[in-house]
């Protein structure tokens, strides 16, 4: 047995408010709706992974999602752009990354990063 793919879900009776944080501004593909569900992705190849954490790192609130993305600096405008509220960032952070934290319209804390090696 192996694991194929790992989804967030978020509770929302405002599934319509997801279009333009995660379709608009991030640019996530939308891959199904039913009206009840409605999800994004990406047509590339996405690594499955989760993780457990008991902070965010630098001493930030640990965040309910991470997306990464190619370039933090224009997720950053894009979403400020939008309206929606940054709480973190941006910023290099020791272990290799740029990111920022967000709001998303549901109010969970989304961590926008990118390796700084790449």
């Given at each position: ?27 996530l593909e939308p891959l199904m709706d039913h009206g009840w ?38 997720a950053h405008e894009r979403m400020k752009e939008a309206g ?35």
């Amino acid at each position: 047995m192996r694991v194929k793919r790992i989804v967030a879900n978020i509770e929302t009776q405002r599934i319509e408010e997801a279009r333009s944080f995660y379709r608009d501004v991030l640019g996530l593909e939308p891959l199904m709706d039913h009206g009840w569900i409605a999800t994004y992705g990406s047509g590339e190849r996405m690594g499955v992974q989760i993780s457990f954490a008991s902070q965010g790192g630098s001493q930030t609130p640990t965040p309910d999602l991470s997306i990464e993305v190619d370039d933090v600096d224009e997720a950053h405008e894009r979403m400020k752009e939008a309206g929606f509220a940054i709480e973190y960032g941006p910023v290099d952070e020791p272990w290799g990354v740029r990111r920022f934290y967000v709001r998303d319209p549901f109010g969970k804390l989304v961590n926008i990063v990118a390796h700084l090696s790449e």
